[in-house]
């Protein structure tokens, strides 16, 4: 079941240039979206977070936007830098849920 | 920053032998996880964990797996006979609260390899 979707495997992305990653839905239930980062030999690590009541939420170079109607989630990263270079997991979940739906990841590489 | 511990880090194991995997989330979360990634695959999630019971669970997670709080401080997930295709990355994650409301801290994960 692939009710997350990242389609894009990899992506990189020259430093202080825009780094852009796509995530598609499924389920018009879920409500509630989360990007995580992810180092080799490390778990996911939270990034930023949206309800499905918001278009946009903003953490510093960080942005996820996303539009409903396409079932369609963004993470925005400007400027982009080289540490930020990892795997990047879109995931979704329902209110009254306690689980989370991730998507199969993006790398992103920064090149310096 | 406190952290969701995880050990061991690897575990190698015949199939059809048990192994318990363990975890000690971050002391004051409520809520408690496990999520399990194949190579090359996505995250996938087994098991939720709140107030001493299994409050939600996958298609993955059969018989086969059980978790438990046996204190205040660990979390363990149980494979009584593991199979080939249960080799995987485990990773165990704790929040304060449930995910709407918090979000969810995971641990370096158990690389489990099944011979």
């Not at chain 1, 980062?37 to 490390?42: F, G, I, M, Q, T």
Request: negative net charge.
């Amino acid at each position: 079941d692939q009710q997350v979707k990242q389609n894009s495997p990899s992506l990189s992305v020259q430093e202080g240039r825009i780094s852009i990653l796509n995530c598609d839905y499924t389920n018009s239930m879920f409500d509630y979206f989360l990007w995580y980062k992810k180092y080799p030999a490390e778990g996911p690590t939270f990034l930023i977070s949206i309800s499905s009541i918001k278009d946009k939420n903003e953490d510093g170079r960080f942005t996820v936007f996303l539009n409903k109607s396409a079932k369609h989630l963004s993470l925005h990263i400007v400027p982009s830098q080289p540490g930020d270079s990892a795997v990047y997991f879109c995931a979704a979940s329902e209110t009254g849920a306690n689980n989370l739906f991730f998507g199969t990841g993006t790398r992103l590489t920064v090149i310096p | 920053e406190p952290e969701v511990t995880q050990t061991p880090s690897h575990q190698v194991t015949q199939m059809g032998q048990e192994v318990i995997l363990r975890c000690v989330p971050i002391s004051n979360h409520l809520y408690f996880y496990w999520y399990r990634q194949i190579l090359g695959q996505k995250v996938e999630f087994l098991v939720s964990f709140y107030n001493n019971e299994i409050s939600e669970k996958s298609e993955i997670f059969d018989d086969q797996f059980s978790v438990e709080r046996p204190d205040g401080s660990n979390f363990t997930l149980k494979i009584r006979s593991t199979k080939l295709e249960d080799s995987a990355m485990y990773f165990c994650a704790s929040s304060i609260q449930g995910i709407i409301d918090s979000p969810l801290h995971f641990g370096n994960g158990t690389r489990l390899t099944v011979t």
